[in-house]
């Protein structure tokens, strides 16, 4: 079984602050990528990597960078968090080509 | 990026019901996807469909790749409240690495 380990399932930050989220995939997989999950807008996708020090940005990458040094761990980075990046989070991996994304279990991150 | 339109949004059907639910893009893609997101946790991978026409079962659940390509059908046979949970469809174009998904369908199961 595909296993996508997220490191926190809720997390509370300072406004300003540095955040990281990390993202361990256990199954060799090139692609990872991070969304935010917000009521009413469904996922929306922030990075995505295809291969390590590889990235893409999605829609909304904004606020956020990425990084990737190794093929199993892809990190999302809030610079300076702002109230409005309080949502759920959630990274996911797949292999290339049309296979399905394999999600972890979401981070909730609330910004005060 | 495209944000697929699936309806319903919401569901409230008493148990053993039947439940049905669709997704429509403005593109064609290649994959289907169906996946299941209870309270609390990531969304997990309920069927996944890969040519036009194609009907997939898992279970209770049944869906189809649309002829046209733009849109995919998800049905739930005598629902039971272990069902309750939000539904994404998610869909691919050809050659992307990426998906767009729908907003969901939160289904309430009454027992």
């Known amino acids: 079984d595909v296993k996508v380990t997220q490191s926190s399932r809720y997390l509370v930050k300072r406004t300003g602050e540095k955040v990281f989220l990390e993202c361990v995939q256990d199954?060799?997989?090139?692609?990872m990528f991070w969304y935010r999950q917000d009521p009413g807008l469904g996922l929306r996708l922030i990075y995505f990597?295809?291969?390590?020090?590889?990235?893409e940005k999605g829609d909304i990458p904004e606020g956020y960078s990425v990084s990737r040094e190794k093929k199993e761990r892809f990190s999302l980075i809030l610079e300076s968090a702002s109230t409005n990046q309080t949502s759920m989070y959630l990274c996911?991996?797949?292999?290339?080509?049309?296979?399905?994304?394999?999600f972890g279990d979401g981070t909730r991150l609330s910004i005060l | 990026g495209q944000q697929l339109n699936q309806s319903p949004q919401s569901m409230f059907i008493q148990e053993g019901e039947d439940v049905s639910m669709n997704c429509t893009s403005s593109?064609?893609?290649?994959?289907w996807l169906w996946y299941k997101q209870d309270p609390g946790e990531g969304p997990v991978l309920l069927i996944a469909?890969?040519?036009?026409?194609e009907l997939t079962s898992n279970g209770r659940l049944t869906a189809q790749f649309g002829i046209t390509r733009k849109d995919s059908f998800l049905n739930i046979s005598a629902s039971i409240p272990s069902d309750v949970g939000i539904y994404f469809c998610?869909?691919?174009?050809?050659?992307?690495?990426?998906?767009?998904f729908g907003t969901g369908t939160r289904l309430t199961v009454i027992p």
């Open positions: 990597s295809y291969d390590v020090k590889m990235k």
């Open positions: 996911a991996s797949s292999v290339v080509g049309g296979s399905p994304q394999h």
């Open positions: 998610a869909g691919r174009e050809t050659g992307a690495n990426n998906l767009f």
């Open positions: 199954m060799d997989h090139e692609n």
């Open positions: 469909l890969y040519k036009a026409g």
């Open positions: 593109s064609i893609f290649n994959t």
